[in-house]
């Protein structure tokens, strides 16, 4: 998986808490994405890094926020869980070209 | 808004037979293209990709093909085997960093 971990892989927690979660690469590559994937719409991007504390929204920002402190390290942070936030998350990172994909983090809400 | 689709969403195919995923793009500036396989329970994997420059891009056991004119991208597998069962995506990269991905076709192969 390209040097990519993803943490947890698997998290239940309950609506209005908030919830972290974290991608680490040891690829040093410049760029990191947070993708959420739900059966009907594919991968959708959430938030994007293109350097350390630079990040843009995606097409599905509301409710998410996301930090990058370290090349390493993207944070993405759901300030209060929702149901509709229930999904597979998937990190991703590239140098410009073809993303490389982790195996993702399954989080529901209750 | 920009889309990427496809035209089936399952495909079912005989082992040993080729197979064709399509995909239709929307976005006329996009300039890279990539063909990701994802098997159930992992990430998507990429497979192969093409720059609008080109046409045609050969892999092991796999090509893609570009045709700008209709916006229209297609994935062929050769000699189709049971590995290749998995729900298959394109992307397409419409300037800067971002991907824009498509639903997913399912690829389904009959012993």
């Known amino acids: 998986d390209a040097g990519i971990t993803q943490s947890p892989r698997h998290k239940v927690t309950e609506t209005g808490t908030p919830v972290t979660l974290r991608c680490h690469q040891t690829?040093?590559?410049?760029?990191m994405y947070w993708y959420r994937q739900d059966p009907g719409h594919g991968l959708r991007l959430i938030h994007y890094?293109?350097?350390?504390?630079?990040?843009d929204k995606g097409e599905v920002s509301d409710g998410y926020s996301v930090s990058r402190s370290k090349t390493e390290d993207f944070l993405l942070t759901l300030e209060s869980a929702t149901s509709s936030q229930t999904s597979v998350y998937f990190c991703?990172?590239?140098?410009?070209?073809?993303?490389?994909f982790g195996q993702g983090t399954r989080l529901t809400v209750v | 808004g920009e889309s990427v689709g496809l035209h089936l969403p399952t495909l079912s195919v005989q082992e040993g037979d080729n197979s064709i995923i399509n995909c239709a793009y929307s976005n006329s500036a996009s300039d890279y293209f990539i063909w990701y396989k994802q098997e159930s329970g992992k990430g998507p994997q990429f497979i192969i990709d093409i720059r609008s420059n080109m046409d045609k891009r050969q892999g092991q056991r796999v090509t893609v093909l570009l045709n700008k004119t209709v916006k229209h991208l297609s994935l062929q597998i050769a000699a189709t085997q049971p590995g290749d069962s998995a729900v298959y995506f394109c992307?397409?990269?419409?300037?800067?960093?971002?991907?824009?991905f498509g639903s997913g076709t399912r690829l389904l192969v009959r012993p």
């Open positions: 890094s293109y350097g350390v504390k630079d990040t």
């Open positions: 690829e040093n590559h410049r760029y």
């Open positions: 992307a397409e990269n419409p300037g800067g960093y971002k991907l824009i």
């Open positions: 991703a990172i590239s140098e410009g070209g073809s993303a490389f």
